[in-house]
């Protein structure tokens, strides 16, 4: 795993320890950021079951503003910890350790793009989905990339918010919601 792009261009990073975690594979991560690039700029991210936190890094070193790490996994938090400090952006990132669907429903701050990719075949999905679109978390014009086993079939969100597009990457699927502006 490598950040792909950006100023931390090449650079290694670490996988949680065991096998829990699925780590993005490049060519669907960078397939992930052609959908996103126009909108990281000083963007303020949300990673949600973050894992090594690829994703969020990634945006980081592409110029996001700064994000927000979850996961209840303590060698995801171990690894997050390690790869933000190995990337030198301990003053853009917050590691928060705990369950999602908790922190969602705490979190007032917002965001402008968010990523979230859930044990597979799961309520985790349809919960997180339900959770973001209940408080609101997306700000307008955000987006939401949402990473999934291809078998899951994501219930619809409620107005503002829009599925724009699935993307299906062998037994992988991305898929993108908005929040449409008021």
Do not use: H, W
């Not at 917050?94 to 965001?111: C, D, H, M, S, T």
């Not at 997306?138 to 999934?148: A, D, H, T, V, Y």
């Amino acid at each position: 795993m490598r950040v792909i792009s950006g100023m931390a261009k090449g650079r290694k990073l670490a996988a949680p320890a065991g096998g829990t975690t699925r780590p993005t594979a490049d060519y669907v991560k960078e397939n992930i950021f052609n959908i996103v690039q126009f909108d990281i700029e000083g963007a303020s991210v949300l990673d949600l079951y973050c894992g090594s936190g690829q994703l969020g890094l990634e945006a980081i070193s592409r110029g996001a503003a700064g994000a927000v790490f979850v996961d209840m996994s303590s060698s995801a938090i171990a690894c997050v910890r390690q790869n933000i400090k190995t990337l030198d952006f301990g003053d853009k990132c917050r590691v928060i350790p705990g369950e999602v669907l908790q922190f969602l429903a705490g979190y007032k701050e917002g965001a402008d793009l968010i990523f979230l990719d859930p044990p597979y075949e799961t309520a985790l999905t349809d919960k997180t989905l339900a959770r973001v679109a209940e408080f609101d978390i997306l700000r307008p014009g955000g987006i939401m990339i949402c990473e999934c086993s291809r078998k899951e079939q994501p219930a619809p969100l409620p107005p503002p918010y829009k599925r724009v597009k699935r993307y299906d990457y062998g037994a992988k699927s991305v898929i993108m919601y908005v929040r449409e502006t008021d």
